[in-house]
């Protein structure tokens, strides 16, 4: 069993930056694939970001690329999403997750956060 608290949400203007962070329980956190979905109202989940394991690997879906980046401290059992060059199409929950193996959409996460609510204002 495995519990995600996610920060950092919040409202910004379009071009701000964010940094959203989950702090996962538990003394395997290093075991886990880690990353972020979103999902705006009518839209369907995504996968914004991946990272794995060690942290060595990162992965994000194209809309993002150049703007966010994922890391991970697992001396600290945190993953972090750094969002920056904000667009209000960003504007949607976010969800922090937890995959044992893949973490994709179909199948879902073995584990998710409770979604943080972020605004990009034009």
């Known amino acids: 069993q495995v519990q995600l608290l996610e920060s950092g949400g919040g409202l910004v203007k379009a071009g701000g930056s964010l940094r959203l962070s989950c702090a996962a329980s538990?003394?395997?956190?290093?075991?886990?694939?880690m990353g972020w979905f979103r999902q705006a109202p009518g839209k369907e989940r995504e996968v914004v970001a991946s990272?794995?394991?060690?942290?060595?690997?990162?992965r994000l879906t194209d809309s993002v690329k150049g703007r966010f980046t994922i890391s991970r401290d697992n001396g600290k059992n945190t993953v972090f999403l750094q969002m920056n060059s904000l667009k209000p199409e960003d504007t949607a929950v976010y969800y922090c997750?937890?995959?044992?193996?893949?973490?994709?959409?179909?199948?879902?996460?073995?584990?998710w956060g409770q979604g943080t609510q972020v605004t990009v204002s034009s």
């Open positions: 990272i794995s394991r060690s942290g060595s690997n990162t």
């Open positions: 538990g003394r395997t956190f290093s075991n886990y694939v």
């Open positions: 997750a937890a995959a044992k193996f893949q973490l994709t959409t179909t199948p879902g996460p073995d584990y």
